[in-house]
């Protein structure tokens, strides 16, 4: 398994940061072929369980996740949320976490750690890499949608 970690400070409150950062359809649009479908019932919480498709067709794979830890913020806590992925292909875990920064808005720090079936431990750099990116324009993205 490889972990990779995307930091950004944004000028939104940490609750906002959070309900988009929390909002799991709003993911699939971001990433290239993925669909997001949510498979419990909200309000988004520990239990939350949500599945990511990515490929086209037939040619792709599920990506199940469930949300196992849901602290969101509040008067001057961080807000913590920890996915657990457990699907035949991926697996690992993701760590958002959303506090006040200094000077107003918020620092989010999104940090991941996979492993890819059939992707030697070789890889895992350009794995990581290959998360940072993909993952780091998608927090871009949910953070700048309105």
């Given at each position: 398994m490889r972990a990779f970690r995307v930091e950004r400070t944004v000028p939104l409150a940490?609750?906002?940061a959070w309900r988009r950062l929390t909002d799991w359809p709003a993911h699939g649009r971001l990433v290239?072929?993925?669909?997001?479908r949510v498979l419990t019932p909200g309000p988004n919480g520990a239990g939350t369980r949500f599945t990511a498709r990515t490929g086209i067709g037939r040619l792709g794979f599920d990506d199940p996740m469930e949300v196992v830890r849901w602290e969101p913020p509040a008067a001057g806590r961080p807000g913590t949320c920890r996915l657990e992925?457990?699907?035949?292909?991926?697996?690992g875990w993701a760590l958002i976490e959303v506090a006040e920064a200094p000077g107003g808005g918020c620092r989010v720090v999104w940090t991941e750690?996979?492993?890819?079936?059939?992707?030697?431990?070789?890889?895992d750099p350009v794995l990581a890499r290959a998360g940072r990116v993909v993952f780091g324009r998608a927090v871009d993205g949910l953070l700048r949608k309105g």
């Open positions: 940490p609750k906002e290239p072929l993925t669909r997001t992925k457990y699907g035949r292909v991926v697996r750690e996979l492993a890819v079936r059939g992707v030697p431990r070789a890889l």
